[in-house]
């Protein structure tokens, strides 16, 4: 059983940064699927961003050009950094581990705990 410890949360003003890690236990981490996902209070979880294992990325139209994820296969972790942060990007952020080579990515997916990010305006 893979445990995905998320750390960088807090608070922050609109229009700032922020930098999201997460570390991955097991093995094989760069042969799997990483990605972010946030869930804003009374709403439902929402997909964030993707990296696949040959480092390919997707975004959904909300966060892109703003969030960049990115992964160090050395460290076992996976990176959420977070610019031009909106009130709306006000949520708990979790990490999440897909599924390994190619086809839907989140097929089978193991959770983090979350981490709080509160955007102020």
């Known amino acids: 059983q893979v445990q995905l410890a998320e750390s960088g949360g807090g608070s922050v003003q609109a229009g700032g940064s922020l930098r999201l890690s997460c570390v991955a236990s097991?093995?094989?981490?760069?042969?799997?699927?990483m990605g972010w996902f946030r869930q804003a209070p009374g709403k439902e979880r929402e997909f964030v961003a993707r990296?696949?294992?040959?480092?390919?990325?997707y975004y959904p139209d909300t966060v892109k050009g703003r969030f960049t994820i990115s992964r160090d296969n050395a460290k076992n972790t996976v990176y959420l950094q977070m610019n031009s942060l909106k009130s709306d990007d006000t949520a708990v952020y979790y990490c999440?581990?897909?599924?390994?080579?190619?086809?839907?990515?989140?097929?089978?997916?193991?959770w983090g705990q979350g981490t709080q990010v509160t955007v102020s305006s």
């Open positions: 990296i696949n294992w040959s480092g390919a990325t």
């Open positions: 999440a581990r897909g599924n390994t080579g190619v086809g839907a990515p989140f097929i089978s997916v193991s």
């Open positions: 097991g093995r094989a981490f760069s042969t799997y699927t």
